[in-house]
């Protein structure tokens, strides 16, 4: 199983290539892995910037929380590029989203899996009413049919974070085709009162809800 953090922060539009430059500096310049990171992806999606991490181990047991020894070195190049998200930051912990909702299925998962990046602006104190909209329909027979491997939901401040798991066959013959299944609609209009894109004079359809990938780095060893 890998464990999964989701950092979110203000990104200057158009500044992807600099910040994962930075990241590729220090991945390929130290060890990650021996902090217990085996995996990250940058994504950007409008003025957000989002950071996965995977770990193999749940950083709350292994202690193990930093993702990079030159943490202080990365934060100091990114820092004109990368600027806190939440009104209430105070430190760099306040940058990580809070996990309000895991799902997978029973079994192993397969070896060949997508992971899509699902952004929006969640009303305040909504994560139990979105748990449940999710949880009802992935008691169903949707998460088979859509072939998702695992399901994780995030909020920080009005940020709804959305991490999608599938088996990559599954992901690519289904995307954009959503729409066709109307599970798949109930549970879009069960979540309209409660989830909202993050830029709705921008959004015309789902694939507008999902951040972009613009660097991506997992351990060899």
């Known amino acids: ?121 969640i009303k305040p104190g909504a994560e139990p009413d979105v748990a449940r909209v999710f949880g009802e329909s992935d008691a169903g027979s949707l998460p088979a049919d859509l072939g998702v491997t695992g399901r994780w939901l995030y909020s920080i401040d009005d940020v709804y974070v959305h991490l999608l798991e599938q088996e990559s066959s599954a992901a690519e013959a289904t995307r954009d085709r959503h729409g066709d299944k109307p599970a798949f609609g109930k549970v879009m209009q069960d979540l309209g009162p409660y989830i909202e894109p993050y830029r709705p004079d921008r959004w015309q359809g789902p694939q507008d809800s999902v951040a972009g990938v613009f660097y991506r780095w997992q351990a060899q060893d």
């Open 1 to 121: 199983m890998v464990f999964r953090n989701v950092i979110v922060c203000h990104m200057v539009p158009g500044s992807e290539q600099i910040v994962g430059g930075v990241f590729g500096h220090y991945d390929q310049a130290t060890r990650p892995q021996d902090l217990g990171v085996i995996g990250r992806y940058l994504l950007s999606h409008h003025d957000l910037y989002i950071h996965v991490i995977e770990r193999e181990q749940d950083p709350r047991i292994s202690g193990q929380t930093r993702g990079l020894p030159a943490f202080q070195k990365i934060a100091e190049e990114i820092g004109p590029y990368v600027t806190p998200y939440p009104r209430y930051w105070k430190n760099p912990s306040d940058s990580v989203a809070k996990e309000f909702y895991h799902w997978a299925p029973e079994g192993e998962p397969p070896a060949d899996t997508t992971l899509t990046v699902i952004v929006g602006r």
